[in-house]
Nanobody, 125 residues
Framework: QLQLVESGGGLVQPGGSLRLSCAGS????????IGWFRQAPGKEREGVSC????????DYAASVKGRFTISRDNAKNTVYLQMNSLKPEDTATYYC??????????????????WGQGTQVTVSS
């Protein structure tokens, strides 16, 4: 059965760090670019970061550049999102998604083929 499962969310104070994981199964994981999205209550889903199938190319939204780092381990079918210097505005449900190809091509949700169920990140003192 095809699955993407996120983990690693939680409650953290401003300035703190979290590492999210996205584990894939049931499909050829290293054929797909993987994106991270987030959605806060009352807001649209927004793209956060993306990594190509090989891991050789990455992209970040302006709001997280310099604070978040995306990486992948294809031997473990897992993509990571290291989030540092977290801010209250980073609070959201974070989703990973498998793109339609090997390279990142933007953050239009409909262009991503498979989605995880999400993990909650709350940044608050």
């Amino acid at each position: 059965q095809l699955q993407l499962v996120e983990s690693g969310g939680g409650l953290v104070q401003p300035g703190g760090s979290l590492r999210l994981s996205c584990a894939g199964s049931g499909f050829t994981f290293d054929y797909y670019a993987i994106g991270w999205f987030r959605q806060a209550p009352g807001k649209e889903r927004e793209g956060v970061s993306c990594i190509s199938s090989s891991g050789g190319s990455t992209d970040y939204a302006a709001s997280v550049k310099g604070r978040f780092t995306i990486s992948r381990d294809n031997a473990k079918n897992t993509v990571y999102l290291q989030m540092n210097s977290l801010k209250p505005e980073d609070t959201a449900t974070y989703y990973c998604a498998a793109g339609s190809g090997i390279v990142c091509s933007g953050y239009v949700p409909s262009t991503y083929r498979y989605w995880g169920q999400g993990t909650q990140v709350t940044v608050s003192s």
